[in-house]
Structure formats: structure tokens, C-alpha cells
């Protein structure tokens, strides 16, 4: 009982999400290291 809206929005939650969240991550530990590390050292959990 799921309709196309719902699904929509899903799917478009999923994409911000696997797309913000490594980056998130990244940011947060270069603040919280305070060293530039690059973000290709952190693993993706998310492939393309």
C-alpha cells in the first residue's frame, strides 16, 4: 500500500543520503582530527 509519491520521495531519500553521508563523514573527521585527510582514505559503504 505504498503509492508513487511515497516511493518518490524514498528513492530521493536514499540518493541525498548515500551521497551526503560519506561527505558528512569526511568533514566530520577533518574537524574532529583537525588534519587533511583526504576523503578517498575513508571507505564508501555506498558504491555508485
Excluded: E, Q, R
Excluded at 528513492?11 to 548515500?18: G, K, M, V, Y
Amino acid at each position: 500500500m505504498i503509492n508513487h509519491n511515497t516511493t518518490k520521495n524514498f528513492d530521493i531519500f536514499l540518493h541525498l543520503h548515500c551521497c551526503l553521508l560519506p561527505l558528512a563523514s569526511c568533514l566530520f573527521s577533518i574537524s574532529y582530527s583537525l588534519l587533511p585527510i583526504p576523503c578517498s582514505l575513508f571507505p564508501v559503504p555506498f558504491g555508485k
